[in-house]
C-alpha cells in the first residue's frame, strides 16, 4: 500500500494523510493550514488529489488543523463516509460553526469568497458516523481501523489499522499524559509502520506536578499587582484543565476569589460536551464526580457568552482573571482584553500553548515590545509568562517513551505534524537511541510499504 502525505509534512498544521492500496483509499484528517489567520490562504488552494475517489476520511480529534477542509472535501466530490468518536463528532459541529463566522470575517476582510457556508457543515455531518474506542470499521481485504484513545483532547484518538497479520498506527495528537482530566495515552504493541506526531519532538515541557504550583504563583503575583491576568487558551481541553486547576485552588483556598471569566462561547460549549461526557475522563476525576464535585463550577467564575457581557469584563474593577480564544491570539475575543491590557504594567498575559510561527501569541512569547491589534499599535508593557507544562502535546522525551514500547516491532516510522526543525531533530534522536529507519516526509511525498 501506498502513505501519501499532504499536510503536516514538515510543518505543524493541515494534517492531511491518505493510505492507498488493493482498490482501497482511506483519508486521515483534513485540516486548516494555520498562521497568522485561522483559515490561512493555502487552505483555498485545490485538493493536489481528486476528493472523489476517497472511500472514507477517520478524524483523529476535532482540533481545526485536524478537521478544519473536511466540507471543503464534500465540495469538491468526496462523497463517502466519515468517522471519529463520538466526542469528536460532537466538538467537530461546534469548531465547525465557530469557523463559519471566522472564515467568512477573513473572506471579507480579503475581498474572496469563504472556503465554504453553512450547507457544506450540515453535508459534512450527514455523512459522519461516530464510532467508539476499540470498535472496528471494516473494508475489504481484511483492512479494518480502529480507534484508540490519544489522551489529547476528549475523543482524540490513534487510528489503529491492521491487514493481514500488520498493523500501521496513524497517531494523531499525543497526550501530555498523565493529564488532569483524561485516560493516558494507549499502549500499542506489535506495530510494524507508525506515521507520528512531533510538535515537541525537540522540547521538554516544565514538570507536570508543577504546573498548577506555577499557576497559583502567577495569580497571586497578579492580583499583589492588581493588575488582570489575561490566559489565550484554545477552547478544547486547555480551558477545561484551566477551569480543573482553578476549581481545585478555590476550593482549597490556595488563590484569593477574585472574579474569573471564560469569555469564549465556544470554550463554553465545549465544557458543556466533556460535562455530559464525564465516561470519558480518568478514573479519579470520575471518582471526584461521583463524590459529588461540580469540577467546572465555584464561586466567581462566569461564562460570558453574550458579547455585550464579554464587553462588561471591562467594567469590573480590581484583580480578575479572563480565559479566552483564540489560544494563538490570531482572531476570538482575547484580542480585545489585549488590546485593553497588554499596555498595563499592573496585569499578565499568561502563554500555555503552542503559538505557531507568524502569530501574534508567537510575536509575545518571543518579547515583542508592540503588536498591532485592531489597527491599533499597542504597547506591551504587561508581564509575559509562559507555562509550557499546560502543552496537551507529549515533549520529546515522552514521545521516545511512547516509540520504545514498539521498538521490537517497528520498521519504520513518519514523523508528521511538527515543524520541520523539531521532526529532524527527533527523527534523529529514535534513530540514534533506538536504531529504527525514521524519516521526515515532505509535502506530496508518496511511500510504498508492505502492508
Not at 477542509?69 to 464534500?74: D, M, T
Request: proline fraction near 4%; include cysteine.
Amino acid at each position: 500500500m501506498k502513505l501519501k502525505f499532504y499536510g503536516a509534512a514538515g510543518e505543524v498544521t493541515g494534517s492531511n494523510h491518505i493510505l492507498e492500496g488493493d482498490g482501497v483509499t482511506l483519508m486521515i484528517d483534513c485540516g486548516f493550514f494555520q498562521g497568522v489567520k485561522v483559515c490561512d490562504d493555502k487552505n483555498m488552494e485545490p485538493f493536489p488529489y481528486d476528493p472523489s475517489t476517497i472511500d472514507a476520511v477517520f478524524v483523529t480529534h476535532a482540533h481545526l488543523d485536524h478537521i478544519g477542509r473536511i466540507p471543503k472535501l464534500l465540495n469538491e466530490g468526496f462523497k463517502g463516509k466519515i468517522y471519529s468518536t463520538p466526542p469528536t463528532r460532537e466538538i467537530a459541529k461546534l469548531m465547525f460553526d465557530d469557523t463559519i463566522r471566522v472564515i467568512g470575517r477573513e473572506a471579507k476582510a480579503d475581498g474572496h469568497e469563504p472556503l465554504y457556508r453553512e450547507d457544506a457543515v450540515e453535508k459534512a455531518m450527514a455523512h459522519w458516523e461516530a464510532i467508539p474506542y476499540e470498535q472496528d470499521v471494516g473494508f475489504k481485504d481484511d483492512l479494518r481501523v480502529r480507534f484508540r484513545d490519544a489522551g489529547h483532547i476528549l475523543g482524540s484518538a490513534m487510528l489503529e489499522i491492521s491487514r493481514k497479520g500488520k498493523k500501521l498506527v496513524y497517531s494523531g495528537d499525543l497526550g501530555n499524559s498523565p493529564a488532569p482530566l483524561l485516560p493516558d495515552t494507549a499502549l500499542l504493541s506489535n506495530i510494524d509502520y507508525l506515521v507520528m506526531e512531533a510538535v515537541y519532538g525537540d522540547r521538554v515541557h516544565q514538570d507536570l506536578n508543577l504546573r498548577a504550583q506555577r499557576l497559583e504563583e502567577v495569580i497571586e503575583d497578579t492580583v499583589m499587582r492588581g493588575g488582570t491576568l489575561m490566559i489565550p487558551a484554545f477552547s478544547i481541553e486547555r480551558t477545561q484543565d484551566l477551569l480543573f486547576e482553578l476549581n481545585e485552588m478555590v476550593e482549597g483556598k490556595k488563590i484569593p476569589e477574585i472574579p474569573i471569566f471564560v469569555d469564549s462561547p465556544l470554550g463554553i460549549k465545549v465544557t458543556k460536551v466533556y460535562s455530559e461526557n464525564e465516561s470519558y475522563f480518568n478514573k479519579e476525576i470520575r471518582a471526584e464526580i461521583k463524590g459529588g464535585d461540580d469540577i467546572f463550577k465555584f464561586p466567581k467564575l462566569r461564562f460570558t457568552e453574550r458579547s455585550q457581557d464579554s464587553i462588561a469584563i471591562k467594567d469590573v474593577q480590581g484583580p480578575k482573571i479572563v480565559i479566552a480564544g483564540s489560544g494563538m491570539s490570531n482572531g476570538g475575543r482575547i484580542l480585545h482584553h489585549e488590546r485593553n491590557y497588554l499596555s498595563d504594567p499592573k496585569s499578565t498575559l499568561l502563554l500555555v500553548g503552542y503559538q505557531a510561527a507568524g502569530t501574534m501569541g508567537r510575536m509575545l512569547q518571543e518579547g515583542a515590545k508592540t503588536v498591532r491589534i485592531f489597527d491599533e499599535n499597542v504597547p506591551v508593557r504587561a508581564k509575559v509568562v509562559v507555562i509550557q507544562g499546560y502543552s496537551a502535546h507529549k515533549d520529546m522525551n515522552a514521545l521516545l517513551e511512547f516509540v520504545t514500547v514498539m521498538q521490537d516491532s517497528l520498521k519504520k516510522i513518519f514523523v508528521v505534524h511538527a515543524e520541520l526543525g523539531a521532526g529532524l531533530f527527533f527523527a534523529q534522536r529514535v534513530r540514534d537511541y533506538l536504531g529504527i529507519n525514521t524519516t521526515v516526509p515532505k509535502s506530496g511525498e508518496v511511500v510504498e510499504i508492505d502492508f
